[in-house]
């Protein structure tokens, strides 16, 4: 019988670690639970001094669906991170969306918590479920495809 993987959590240091993204990019502040292989959920303050905010919409800040489709990605990439070894001059990259919905609008003073599960890795490819809930509603769901690739 083998054991299950052990559940985690990252700081914002651990983090760091392992995505490449840095300021304003970066788009996870913690993971509260991470058991690789399985499933993440994390999330992102989102505050009212983001960059995006101040032409997405001047008077009503809106956070951009594709940035939302982003931060989940990033944590998407910490699950799979999570259950690989050294990762030194690797990248995860962003090969497709599927079944892209968005359900709700995320704004200054939401924390949008983000969830990724049923990951499944095929050679090189990554795929898995994603969502993200503000207040426990869903705001936007997406199946995202990654590759792993040599860092440039």
């Known amino acids: 019988m083998s054991e299950s ?3 985690q959590t990252m700081d914002i240091q651990r ?9 304003p990019f970066l788009l996870v502040d913690r993971v509260v639970e991470c058991v690789p292989g399985s499933h993440i959920r994390a999330y ?6 983001e960059p995006f905010f101040q ?13 939302i489709l982003e931060a989940l990605a990033q944590t998407g990439g910490l699950l799979a991170a999570s259950d690989m070894g050294d990762l030194e001059g690797k990248l995860f ?12 609008q995320v704004v200054p003073g939401d924390r949008l918590d983000l969830e990724c599960s ?6 090189k ?3 898995m479920d994603a969502r993200a809930f503000v207040d426990g509603k869903l705001a936007c769901e997406a199946q995202i495809t990654a590759a792993i690739g040599d860092r440039p």
């Not at 983090?15 to 300021?23: D, G, N």
């Not at 032409?55 to 940035?67: C, E, K, N, S, T």
Request: charged share 15%; net charge positive.
């Open 5 to 7: 993987p052990a559940m």
């Open 15 to 23: 983090i760091l670690s392992l995505l490449p993204h840095r300021y």
């Open 44 to 49: 992102k303050n989102v505050t009212f001094n």
């Open 55 to 67: 032409g997405h919409f001047p008077g009503v800040p809106i956070m951009p669906g594709v940035l």
């Open 93 to 104: 990259l962003f090969t497709g969306l599927d079944g892209v919905k968005f359900r709700r």
């Open 118 to 123: 049923n990951m499944r890795m095929k050679l």
């Open 125 to 127: 490819l990554c795929k």
